[in-house]
Nanobody
């Protein structure tokens, strides 16, 4: 059973920063492109960011571009999401997800959450105003 484990969530004031981490100790994370999504109460799940298998390519939703960065350490099987200038409306549960391996390396994300083999349980991020 593959397990993705998120950590690093918490309470932060608006304008503050948090770094989320996603661990995948039972898989070789270099085999999987990885993404972060978030879901706020009453709203649909939203794509946040993605990183290719090698880490050479990244993609961000327009709402976080320039404020969030995503990185990975394949030797440690971890992916990080660094979030700066957080806004109250970004309060949500944040999930990491591993892309199905049968997709080509250039097809390393899907903003609708389609084609992901594994999902974590999520970590709560609360941004106070």
């Amino acid at each position: 059973q593959v397990e993705l484990v998120e950590s690093g969530g918490g309470l932060v004031q608006a304008g503050g920063s948090l770094t989320l981490s996603c661990g995948a100790p039972r898989i070789l994370s270099s085999d999987y492109a990885m993404s972060w999504f978030r879901k706020a109460p009453g709203l649909e799940r939203q794509f946040v960011a993605a990183i290719s298998q090698s880490g050479s390519s990244t993609y961000f939703s327009d709402s976080v571009k320039g404020r969030f960065t995503i990185s990975r350490d394949n030797a440690k099987s971890t992916v990080e999401l660094m979030m700066n200038s957080l806004k109250p409306e970004e309060t949500a549960v944040y999930y990491c997800a591993a892309r199905d391996r049968y997709y080509s390396p250039v097809d390393y994300y899907n903003t609708q959450g389609i084609g992901y083999a594994y999902w974590g349980q999520g970590t709560q991020v609360t941004v106070s105003s």
